[in-house]
């Protein structure tokens, strides 16, 4: 069968989603393809968007973007992990942090060891196992170094904050420089062809028309292309993540530079605070049903690390997924696509996930229906797994101080995330399905960490003699006290690599 490559890519939109889109775009499509941004000043971005997960650093590689140049442009530093706060009952803490836990040795998973061992008094608690949660509580930053294969400095994995505005803008700049061409206006008009409803053009409020093969919809919550013109319909979680509302707003630098996110449960919805270099980014995620707009904004206020920067600015979004986050010749990429609250900071890499799966099943003229359902089909078993994973922190939690709290516990949640909680209940077994975002690991903290105790463990861990499974374990402990005492302090890697410009 004969190709008809396409034309001209337009991408409508120019926030995360959209620079993030075009810069990718432009390495991958070589020059051979038209790029076409349209955003429009006038309308704006989201604007937040800050904390990010470590599959980030795939995407700089891809994009060819320097690590120390991109932080010195955005106000970047660097992120560990996510601390939960009051999340299982008022007044716990538990670190989320990224990579691994232990290391393998025997027959069964490292942390079934820990598992038996910890319940019999005799191991510390599970974050001391991995270097990277050691060094996020004691303030420390390095990269992983690869070329030590028997240290755990090779086990540290980041992955960044910054400042949303300014990395929108960076990867404009490099956008550009590859070819992509920036259009500024506001789209009033949206023309499909007759034939088939195919998006063919966007009208610009100066009557210009963009006209191209394939669209990118970067347009955000409003969804111009996939929902305002090819009505394609959204699959509604508010049942299981009623949160609706958030309120951002920076303030000034606490003296200490965190290299992890911060996420408080409170009364009613959560609290985060992401920590930049010339900055604090912080807000509130709450239930509208539960809490009025006045005393969340007043909550957030009255629980800041500096001085606030400005007045609260809200948010209204709708948790859950475009049915199809490619219908014709339009694909969604970003908040266009549907919404998870920033809870484990995934927007950004589903971002970056749906234009690596565009760049699989990138079409020619003739638009494959059976790739065109596969993308979808992926796109949805992401949502979904990511989904799940945000879930399991509202259910897990035995706070009994607010209605909102209770009811989350009781909600009946999908019945993947309950076969998961059964399996970890019964016997600490973790359970990672179709390669799923979230590690073991990731799965093992959050349900550690809200205080779900497994019933027993692995009956293979009996195989092996206590006293050696303890000597392992504080043998792996001690290293990484070690390695964690020589890195240096988060602050100082910073103002040694990548300071940005004041
Ligand atoms: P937007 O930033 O809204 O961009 C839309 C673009 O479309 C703009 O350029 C706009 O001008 C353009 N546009 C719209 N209509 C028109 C028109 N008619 N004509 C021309 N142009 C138009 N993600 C994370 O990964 N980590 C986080 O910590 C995180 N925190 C978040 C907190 C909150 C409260 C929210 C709501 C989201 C958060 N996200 C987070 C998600 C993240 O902000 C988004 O995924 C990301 O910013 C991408 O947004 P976007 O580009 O899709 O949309």
Redesign the pocket.
């Given at each position: 069968m004969q190709s008809f490559p396409l034309k001209t890519v337009v991408i409508?939109?120019?926030?995360?989603?959209?620079w993030m889109s075009a810069t990718a775009l432009a390495v991958a499509l070589k020059g051979r393809y038209t790029i076409r941004l349209?955003?429009?000043d006038e309308?704006?971005?989201?604007?937040?968007?800050?904390?990010?997960i470590p599959m980030i650093q795939l995407f700089n590689k891809v994009a060819g973007i320097d690590e120390n140049e991109f932080l010195r442009q955005t106000q970047g530093t660097f992120k560990l992990g996510i601390e939960f706060v009051n999340w299982g009952r008022m007044g716990d803490r538990y670190m989320h942090g990224f990579g691994k836990i232990g290391q393998d040795l025997w027959t069964v998973r490292f942390d079934q060891y820990w598992q038996k061992m910890h319940r019999l008094g005799k191991a510390k608690e599970l974050q001391d196992y991995s270097i990277t949660r050691t060094a996020a509580l004691a303030n420390k930053f390095m990269p992983a170094r690869h070329d030590l294969p028997n240290s755990p400095l090779r086990d540290i994995a980041h992955a960044y904050h910054f400042d949303?505005s300014l990395y929108s803008r960076y990867l404009s700049k490099l956008a550009q420089t590859r070819g992509v061409q920036r259009i500024e206006?506001?789209?009033v008009r949206v023309s499909q062809r007759e034939a088939d409803g195919h998006v063919d053009a966007v009208v610009l409020e100066s009557g210009a028309r963009v006209e191209g093969d394939l669209f990118i919809d970067?347009?955000?919550?409003?969804g111009?292309l996939i929902e305002q013109t090819l009505h394609t319909g959204y699959d509604d979680w508010t049942h299981w993540l009623p949160c609706d509302r958030?309120l951002?707003v920076p303030c000034e630098s606490a003296p200490k530079l965190l290299p992890y996110t911060r996420s408080t449960a409170r009364r009613a919805g959560w609290q985060?605070r992401?920590p930049l270099q010339h900055r604090i980014g912080n807000?509130h995620?709450y239930c509208s049903a539960h809490v009025s707009d006045d005393e969340a904004a007043a909550t957030l206020m009255a629980n800041l690390d500096g001085k606030p920067l400005g007045e609260p600015r809200p948010?209204k979004?709708t948790t859950g997924r475009r049915k199809k986050a490619w219908n014709r010749n339009v694909v969604a990429v970003?908040?266009?696509s549907g919404?998870l609250e920033?809870l484990e900071?995934?927007?950004?890499?589903m971002?970056q996930s749906a234009i690596q799966r565009l760049i699989d099943y990138f079409p020619d003229e003739a638009f494959s229906q059976a790739d065109v359902d596969e993308y979808n089909r992926q796109s949805q078993q992401e949502y979904e797994r990511i989904r799940d994973f945000i879930i399991l922190h509202y259910k897990l939690n035995q706070r009994d101080d607010s209605a909102f709290w209770k009811e989350c516990a009781a909600m009946a949640v999908p019945e993947t995330l309950t076969h998961k909680i059964a399996l970890y209940a019964s016997r600490g077994r973790l359970l990672r399905i179709d390669n799923e975002l979230f590690s073991e690991e990731a799965w093992l903290q959050v349900m550690q960490g809200q205080n779900l105790v497994p019933q027993s463990y692995h009956p293979l861990v009996d195989v092996q003699r206590e006293d050696d499974i303890a000597e392992y374990l504080e043998s792996v402990r001690a290293v990484i006290v070690k390695c964690v005492e020589l890195m240096p302090d988060h602050a100082q890697y910073i103002a040694q690599h990548c300071a940005a410009n004041a």
């Open positions: 409508v939109g120019g926030g995360t989603a959209g349209v955003e429009s309308i704006g971005i989201v604007g937040v968007g800050e904390a990010t949303a206006g506001k789209i970067c347009s955000g919550f409003r111009l958030a951002a985060w992401i807000g995620v948010l979004f970003g908040l266009s919404f920033p900071s995934t927007s950004i890499h971002i």
